[in-house]
């Protein structure tokens, strides 16, 4: 089917923000990521990810939400098993780290913003960075939430990543010669550098 409808009757209205607990009486727990995407100007868009006893790598419809793309051509998921997501519940994040693909559309090549609106519930233990798999750049959301990108391209799957790590374990497994890979001028740099 390709067009539907919904109707909502005056009754159903809530006139009182307060008369919409949803069924939570108390504030969450879950270790939870908001992430926006959004243009320098127009519309943003949102994806969660949350870690919750019970979800699975999978689509789980308990825990998972498909993404219904939005007409602005502006979408921000995740990819699991070729599902996109607009909330995807995570297992439990132990000591092994967990990597989230991202899918982003984009309604016209430009710059972009990645910004984590809410992080919340984790522990010291466990540090969120988002990766960029062109820049290589590996961000930690604790202290840079907004990450700024230009790309010609409009859809972008797979660019970007959500990377769950305990603060235990490491980031890497192979030591590398990154000193010799890279070269910083001017040296020492006021403001910007190469």
Known sequence: ???GSLTFRNAQRLIS????TFQRGTAGTRPLVQLELRGSTGPADALYAYAQAGATP???SQFDAEKLPNTTGLNLSSIINGDILSVNGLMPLA?????VPLNIGLPVAGTYTLNAVDLLNFGGNTQVFLLDTQTGARISLSQQPQYTFTTQ???L???FSLYFSSASSPLAVKASALADMVQLYPNPAHGSFT
Do not use: E, I, L, M
């Open 1 to 3: 089917q390709t067009s």
């Open 17 to 20: 923000p307060q008369a919409t």
């Open 58 to 60: 999978a689509f789980d």
């Open 95 to 99: 000591t092994a780290p967990v990597t």
């Open 153 to 155: 391209a409009t859809s």
């Open 157 to 159: 799957p797979g660019r």
